[in-house]
């Protein structure tokens, strides 16, 4: 059986991982239009470097690898205020996931997000990765850490957003 077409194996994983890789560029960005915009830098990184994949780990771990640098970079520029912003107008991505509508969900989801970004950008990156339900197995190959490793670091960082979040759940 031949491997997909590079293009075949592009429209797959949009389609199937579009809104993980979107949630995680928001949980990065100041904004819904900074939002869109590193998700569009993401999709074309992973376009770019498509031809350039070898197999060695799964397809979807290496997505969330190119993710994270995309959204890493583009913190490092911006802090540095060097920020270059890639707009892509003719790539539309519709049925984005919104924000809940509901006002109690939306004021725990923007605590929970308000006590990830205080995170340290590798914790933040373990917890978002946790959140989209991601094994410890796959993230310890995205980040380089090991498998127990991840455990312990999530153990500790489930404690410091239970302790941030506590004053909210009161």
Not at 37 to 47: A, H
Request: hydrophobic share 35%.
């Amino acid at each position: 059986m031949e491997p997909p077409q590079p293009e075949t194996l592009f429209l797959q994983l949009l389609e199937t991982d579009k809104d993980r890789l979107f949630r995680i560029c928001r949980s990065y960005a100041r904004d819904q239009a900074e939002a869109q915009d590193l998700f569009q830098e993401t999709v074309l990184q992973i376009w770019k470097s498509l031809p350039t994949f070898r197999g060695q780990a799964q397809v979807r771990t290496w997505v969330y690898r190119i993710t994270l640098n995309v959204c890493w970079q583009a913190r490092h520029k911006s802090q540095k205020e060097q920020k270059k912003k890639v707009q892509l107008d003719s790539i539309r991505f519709e049925n984005l996931p919104e924000v809940s509508a509901e006002p109690e969900k939306e004021a725990q989801l923007q605590a929970l997000q308000a006590c990830i970004q205080k995170l340290n950008e590798t914790d933040r990156s373990l917890v978002l990765l946790y959140l989209e339900d991601v094994p410890y197995k796959e993230i310890a190959t995205v980040t380089g850490l090991t498998e127990n490793h991840v455990a312990v670091k999530m153990k500790r960082i489930r404690e410091k957003l239970f302790t941030c979040l506590q004053p909210t759940l009161c």
